[in-house]
């Protein structure tokens, strides 16, 4: 529960896209909460289908990953959410540049619209209309395909308790258990002007423009990463299970009126810890300007995790030892 009140009091650079929205609430953080218990019983599971799991070579996807993208929107109007093929391609040439090191690629196969005034205005992604309403009739393929849902609203009960309050993003994980959110059908999805150039609205009147980096950092989750600051204590050395990122506390990172990969780039909250604080990844809480890796020891992850619970095998990748 202490990292589910840590987030909702963080702001993000997300805030100033309220200049587009009107004055609904606040914006922060990413709704992919994993608890202890959540992560020991996924690393079990994984542990074990590493010594018993055989599939057979036709069972496992090699190339890029096939991903559709479902827009949900109000009225044909950018500001309405209904997104331009050009920004949905902007993004993919992100998310791809991203994740290049990883070994994985995503290829989008097709783009859908769907109006439903309701649910753009507020989606509540832990709620089953939700789901049967949108993710249901829509979803495409089985877990070694991205779905991406794009919205103006994301309310998850888990992080803010103000129903006026949204993430940027939300994701399952390759193991559906690690973060157990069956309301999204194992699908990502994130704020329409979280996209680059703020979905297409330009920038807002305090300048603030995304970049991107949030569908990266919510396709990390898909992939089978946690957040780096991941645990239930302030300095928690088991941290996220890898053992590459040092381990850390979210808020001196989140709070800085300076990105903190230019104003400290050598901070260290957890000074009893081995490391430095992981400021340039990906799936840290950070400016986007200062989102710039993986590490060698999360790409390792996501390349066990996905070979496992996605049957997805990167470029490069034999397969996990036994």
């Known amino acids: 529960m202490r990292a589910a009140l840590s987030i909702s009091s963080i702001l993000s650079c997300a805030t100033a896209a309220l200049a587009h929205l009107g004055d609904r609430g606040e914006i922060g953080g990413c709704g992919s909460i994993a608890t202890r218990d959540a992560v020991v019983l996924s690393s079990v599971k994984a542990q074990q289908l590493k010594r018993n799991a055989r599939r057979n070579a036709d069972d496992y996807h090699h190339g890029p990953i096939q991903t559709y993208w479902h827009v949900i929107h109000t009225n044909d109007t950018v500001r309405g959410g209904h997104l331009e093929s050009e ?11 991203n994740f290049a090191p990883t070994g994985f690629s995503f290829e989008l196969g097709n783009i859908s619209y ?5 649910i ?9 209309s939700t789901y049967e309403a949108i993710v249901a009739p829509t979803h495409v393929g089985g877990k070694d395909t991205l779905n991406i849902y794009t919205t103006s609203w994301l309310h998850v009960a888990a992080v803010y308790s103000n129903g006026n309050d949204s993430v940027l993003g ?39 423009e995304f970049q991107g980096t949030t569908l990266v950092h919510e396709v990390g989750h898909w992939t089978g990463l946690y957040h780096t600051f991941q645990g239930e204590s302030e300095c928690d050395a088991v941290n996220d299970e890898v053992d590459d990122t040092p381990a850390h506390t979210l808020q001196p990172h989140a ?15 957890c000074p009893d ?13 950070v400016a986007e300007e200062c989102r710039t890796e993986f590490t060698p020891g999360q790409i390792a992850r996501q390349h066990e995790q996905m070979y496992l619970f996605r049957g997805i095998v990167a470029e490069g990748y034999d397969g996990p030892e036994a």
Do not use: W
């Open 87 to 97: 920004t949905i391609d902007a993004q993919m040439d992100i998310l791809n540049t």
């Open 114 to 118: 769907i109006k439903n005034d309701e």
């Open 120 to 128: 753009f205005a507020n989606t509540s992604v832990l709620e089953n």
């Open 170 to 208: 939300i994701s399952t994980m390759p193991d559906e258990e690690a973060v157990p959110i069956p309301e999204l059908g194992d699908s990502v999805f994130v704020l329409y002007f979280s996209l680059p150039g703020n979905g297409g609205l330009g920038p807002s009147k305090s300048g603030v």
């Open 255 to 269: 709070l800085t009126d300076e990105p903190i990969c230019r104003a400290n780039p050598n901070v260290d909250s």
């Open 273 to 285: 810890l081995p490391g430095s604080d992981p400021i340039n990844n990906h799936m840290n809480y």
